[in-house]
């Protein structure tokens, strides 16, 4: 289990976890990125600078279903 450093819930381990790999809490969806195994460490990762807009999906108005 780890802990979130935000919402303070604890969160279960992948068992496949890797250094690098990011922690995404359940409770609020703060996200970590695992910077040691062993002890488990990881670092709060700054919302603030992700900036990825290349994704944006066009979801207009035109749904086949209505
Ligand atoms: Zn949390």
Not at 6 to 32: F, H, T, V, W
Not at 41 to 53: C, G, L, Q, R, S
Not at 55 to 61: K, R, V
């Amino acid at each position: 289990m780890w802990d979130c450093l935000s919402c303070k819930s604890e969160n279960e381990i992948d068992p496949d976890i890797e250094e690098g790999q990011i922690l995404e809490c359940l409770e609020c969806g703060a996200e970590y990125e695992v910077s040691c195994l062993d002890p488990l460490a990881f670092e709060a990762i700054d919302m603030a600078v992700v900036d990825d807009d290349d994704d944006a999906d066009p979801d207009g108005d035109d749904d086949p279903w209505d």
